[in-house]
């Protein structure tokens, strides 16, 4: 999988508020500088609209092109003609888009998953809380940490099942739209093979329930 893929599946629960709304897009900048010293730079704006679970990337930069998330798989299209599609985890409902739409940002959507809470602590001003997997899933997945400051998320912790950290996540730069609160700054730090990975995503101009654009939120790719 092209690495310009991949922020869409780490980036998780952002967003926050009302289950009133089930709307949302923006512009995105993505910045990523990889532990082999490469980096990448990707610009566009994305679309996400709860009733059709269909993730939208409208790419202007590097290349000029379109990535939509449905169901089990990525397709991309150049000059709205398609051109490939890959298989990846079903992510619309746990994405960051639906999750805000939904109201689960403070505890990272959790609370509506089979995780349950193992321990609240209170460090440097801030709440971190610890949520374990159940029994039947231990084998294959680890504790997630969950920070909380000023009643926001402020950061994530993903273990594996050693209890050694495989990503963190901190949120910063909250805003408000709509009444949603949501941080306009992800900072992302992925480990592998024990060397840090980082990625730096924001958002502007997040506009919600849109009603222009609209071919823009159920993109057809059911033919592929």
């Keep these: 999988m092209n690495s310009r893929f991949l922020f869409f599946f780490f980036i998780f629960p952002l967003f926050t508020f009302s289950q009133n709304f089930y709307r949302i897009k923006a512009d995105f900048t993505i910045k990523q500088k990889n532990a082999d010293g490469s980096s990448a730079l990707t610009v566009g704006k994305v679309y996400y609209d709860k009733n059709y679970k269909e ?3 409208d790419i202007s930069f590097p290349e000029k092109e379109m990535w939509i998330t449905k169901d089990t798989s990525v397709y ?4 709205k003609k398609f051109v490939s599609r890959q298989t990846v985890p079903a992510i619309a409902e746990f ?4 999750l805000c739409l939904n109201g689960t940002l403070t505890n990272y959507g959790l609370e509506s998953s089979p995780y349950t809470i193992y321990n609240v602590e209170k ?3 801030m709440v971190l809380t610890t949520w374990m997997p159940p029994a039947k899933m231990a084998k294959f997945l680890g504790k997630v940490i969950v920070s909380q400051k000023d009643k926001k998320l402020y950061g994530v912790a993903m273990c ?3 209890g050694e950290t495989l990503n963190k996540q901190f949120y910063k730069n909250y805003d408000s739209n709509s009444g949603i609160e949501f941080p306009k700054e992800i900072v992302q730090i992925t480990y592998i093979n024990g060397k840090e990975n980082y990625q730096v995503t924001t958002y502007e101009n997040i506009i919600i329930d849109d009603y222009s654009e609209e071919e823009m939120y159920n993109y057809p790719v059911t033919a592929h």
């Design 76 to 79: 991309k299209f150049v000059d």
């Design 123 to 125: 460090e440097n001003g």
């Design 95 to 98: 994405s960051i888009f639906h």
């Design 55 to 57: 993730i939208v990337y």
């Design 160 to 162: 594996n099942i050693k």
